[in-house]
């Protein structure tokens, strides 16, 4: 199929939805005669790749996409790209990847959050261009928007080691001791409110998905994008009119305020802060925080970081204010806070991978050498289950018995 795609100028991984919708998936094969009706049927519809490609892989009568939509085609990524071929074997992560980068695309393309993208969202985006790359490029991991395998074991890594049972599902207890406890306990029940989450059982037993997990991890290191603005304002709008109120904005306060204290550091007075924050921001209405507000003052990290995350709060009193309008108006020329942030946690999970894989060397004659400490934390991260191109770690779970 790869070779009939060519010859229908269209990019390589674009097999998959060709063959099925052939009914190559109901037959495990795809005639002349079907293929060809399919295409000419299509043609008189589909007049760009965006409604192409929407039309391949909707649902039949629908013209829009949602997330169960892409899992053949990614599936097919999984299972024919040469940059995830070390996952042939690992198929239950098959899964967890195609997950995580669904949500991505979900994330980057579904800008209207309704969970059904459109040719309109489509063709805004940036995404079919990512899936022709997929042909040109062997290693995933430098397609960073939507396909990296390395940002998929960042946040695969980050929920292992939130999620104590591991049954993918977590609760405000586990989300609270992310990152040293730095998210505030009432940004935490909103996210758990449902205001951001798409997981419709969560309203059920107050639990938070992977999926949900994936929006959140990638919506906290990166506060600059248009959806990590649009996340965290649908979070600390309480009352959902549109517009951050001043009660609003001290609810969040107040709980920075006690960690300040607990931490022997004076806090600043709301309404010291609140000057700050207006300064910074700019509102058009004085005293309404509107979405468009934040969008435009481009440093709406800092803004949030104010209100809900401590450790970050203080990272920015320590800066030199020259500085940060600096990092404002050069922003675009470097990558985002999200692929900084992904690349040096990568690089950590790595190192610590590789400083477990020193220690198996020689394992059946020096096991009484690997300090304790290792054991514990190497056998509850479970690291070693989750594949990794760059360590080679054989160890199964009996090893540690």
Request: glycine share 4%; net charge negative.
């Amino acid at each position: 199929m790869g070779k009939v795609a060519k010859a229908c100028e269209c990019p390589l991984y674009w097999k998959a939805p060709l063959f099925n919708s052939a009914g190559g998936d109901r037959t495990g094969f795809v005639s002349v005669h079907k293929f060809v009706a399919m295409w000419r049927k299509m043609l008189q519809t589909c007049h760009d790749d965006v409604s192409k490609f929407v039309h391949l892989l909707a649902k039949p009568g629908c013209n829009y996409l949602e997330q169960e939509d892409f899992i053949p085609f990614l599936q097919d990524v999984v299972n024919s790209h040469a940059g995830l071929a070390f996952l042939k074997e690992a198929s239950d992560f098959h899964s967890r990847y195609i997950t995580t980068v669904a949500q991505r695309i979900f994330y980057n393309v579904n800008r209207s959050w309704s969970g059904r993208i459109s040719c309109s969202e489509l063709r805004k985006s940036s995404f079919l261009q990512n899936v022709a790359l997929l042909e040109q490029e062997e290693d995933v991991n430098q397609l960073t928007e939507f396909f990296s395998y390395e940002h998929f074991y960042v946040i695969y890594c980050k929920f292992w080691e939130l999620d104590t049972d591991h049954d993918l599902y977590i609760d405000q207890r586990d989300l609270a001791r992310h990152n040293d406890q730095a998210i505030s306990h009432k940004m935490i029940e909103r996210i758990f409110s449902g205001t951001v989450t798409r997981d419709r059982r969560l309203r059920k037993d107050g639990r938070l998905s992977y999926a949900d997990f994936v929006w959140f991890l990638i919506s906290e290191e990166d506060k600059k994008t248009d959806t990590s603005i649009e996340y965290w304002f649908r979070c600390m709008d309480l009352d959902g009119d549109g517009v951050l109120s001043m009660y609003e904005l001290e609810y969040f306060y107040e709980e920075q305020c006690v960690k300040l204290e607990t931490m022997a550091i004076e806090p600043l007075p709301f309404e010291d802060c609140l000057c700050q924050m207006l300064d910074l921001v700019k509102p058009e209405v004085e005293g309404k925080i509107t979405l468009r507000d934040l969008k435009q003052c481009k440093l709406s990290h800092i803004f949030y970081d104010t209100f809900f995350n401590i450790e970050k709060y203080l990272d920015h009193e320590q800066k030199d204010p020259f500085s940060v309008v600096r990092e404002a108006e050069t922003e675009g020329q470097e990558i985002s806070d999200w692929e900084k942030y992904a690349a040096e946690e990568y690089d950590i999970l790595v190192a610590e991978e590789t400083t477990t894989d020193q220690y198996n060397d020689g394992f059946d004659n020096a096991l009484s050498h690997i300090s304790s400490e290792l054991c514990l934390r190497t056998e509850e991260r479970h690291f070693f289950k989750i594949p990794n191109p760059h360590c080679n770690l054989d160890l199964d779970e009996d090893d540690f018995e």
